[in-house]
């Protein structure tokens, strides 16, 4: 390792992945200018995000009033948004208060549901794991927005969107703080053998003898592949760990205090932890593949923050099972709700059920930006968070 990272050798390796949108910035629309003086000094103790929500417990946070959502916008109530899958009944209940919401979930035949209702259907809400493909948007012709109740907007066909003229919108930002808390988390359970601590208690082996020594995770390097915002988030965590942090992206970032590798095999060689955080494109699709892996050896640690798809799950699988990877610690896979069972006898793998952003705190002002998003669409405003 180059520089100051050349006086430091671990004994474990770390390599973690998380999704983040590269294109964001931080949006600040709609905000009243009574609200930027408190605001002011709220972020010099805490990180804020610059948006008017009509979440109450946020209003009451930052000592202002609700908006009031449908009444003042009676058109509203006549356009019908499209909803695959439940996601958040906060979500739900502020949609309804405003659209005529359709929940796909709920009808037996969905097809000729569809059919029922293309001619009022004008949006659509879809999340990590419900996009809008091109089949889907041409059974649509009426729709006019994806909102989508997550980060990342993989699953929904950007190409055909830009090609009919229908804007796509995401929740940036507000999940970033959550999605780096459980990078980390998950990188303490794999080292720490946290869960598998646990399960120790819980079965009454302690009373038969001390749990093993696990590993340090302080001062580990940490390495990240893409520094958007969740990158930086969990850079900014793991260097309160005084773990030196270096990554990957395509161009070095002026980030004096980050090593830059321009490849993924380089920096998986040379950290203990490596974060992915890029949205997933057919680009970063398997990224971290079996060099990567092989790069990063028998004592380093995969975490996946990200989307399954960035890591070859075959080789990950392979690699852990034959004791070529030290663990890993994952929250999202190639087939959700699918997980490769071969992973669950590992004591050295943490594995969640994509959870990233799922807090009650972080769902609810998601879903707020959401419901924000498509009535700045109908009202024709700006959009708040818009991808395309
Ligand atoms: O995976 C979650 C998201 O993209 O928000």
């Given at each position: 390792?180059?520089?100051?990272?050349?006086?430091?050798?671990?004994?474990?390796?770390?390599?973690?992945?998380?999704?983040?949108?590269?294109?964001?910035?931080?949006?600040?629309?709609?905000?009243?200018?009574?609200?930027?003086?408190?605001?002011?000094?709220?972020?010099?103790?805490?990180?804020?995000?610059h948006y008017q929500s009509t979440n109450p417990n946020l209003s009451h946070r930052f000592g202002c009033h609700q908006s009031k959502p449908s009444s003042e916008n009676p058109t509203m109530e006549s356009i019908g948004v499209l909803m695959p899958a439940p996601m958040s009944s906060y979500l739900e209940q502020e949609l309804e208060k405003r659209f005529n919401l359709l929940k796909l979930w709920t009808v037996p035949q969905k097809t000729q549901f569809l059919k029922d209702h293309s001619g009022s259907i004008r949006a659509f809400v879809g999340n990590a794991g419900n996009g809008a493909d091109a089949e889907l948007i041409e059974k649509l012709p009426k729709l006019e927005i994806v909102a989508c109740f997550s980060v990342g907007v993989d699953k929904v066909d950007l190409n055909k969107c830009r090609e009919k003229g229908i804007r796509v919108t995401n929740t940036p930002d507000v999940l970033t703080d959550d999605v780096a808390d459980l990078a980390i988390g998950l990188t303490l359970a794999v080292l720490r053998r946290l869960c598998e601590c646990d399960r120790y208690v819980r079965s009454g082996q302690w009373k038969k003898g001390d749990y093993k020594l696990t590993t340090k995770f302080t001062g580990k390097t940490v390495g990240i592949i893409g520094l958007g915002r969740i990158g930086k988030a969990v850079a900014k965590r793991a260097e309160a760990f005084s773990c030196p942090i270096a990554y990957y992206s395509r161009t070095a970032k002026p980030e004096p205090k980050y090593k830059y590798y321009p490849s993924v095999v380089e920096l998986a060689s040379n950290c203990d932890v490596l974060v992915v955080a890029c949205p997933l494109t057919e680009e970063t699709r398997h990224i971290v593949n079996r060099e990567v892996i092989d790069a990063l050896g028998p004592k380093?640690?995969?975490?996946?923050?990200?989307?399954?798809?960035?890591?070859?799950?075959?080789?990950?699988?392979?690699?852990?099972?034959?004791?070529?990877?030290?663990g890993a610690g994952l929250d999202v896979y190639e087939k959700e709700p699918e997980v490769p069972e071969q992973l669950f006898g590992l004591e050295n793998v943490v594995l969640l059920p994509h959870v990233g952003s799922g807090t009650v705190e972080t769902r609810n002002v998601m879903a707020d930006l959401v419901v924000e998003n498509l009535e700045a669409h109908f009202l024709k405003k700006p959009l708040l968070t818009p991808v395309v």
């Open positions: 390792m180059a520089g100051h990272y050349t006086t430091l050798s671990f004994g474990c390796k770390l390599i973690s992945t998380c999704v983040h949108p590269t294109r964001r910035r931080h949006f600040t629309p709609f905000l009243p200018f009574h609200w930027s003086s408190s605001l002011n000094t709220i972020q010099q103790q805490t990180t804020v995000h380093g640690v995969l975490i996946n923050i990200g989307r399954g798809p960035h890591v070859d799950e075959a080789e990950l699988v392979s690699a852990l099972v034959e004791g070529r990877l030290g």
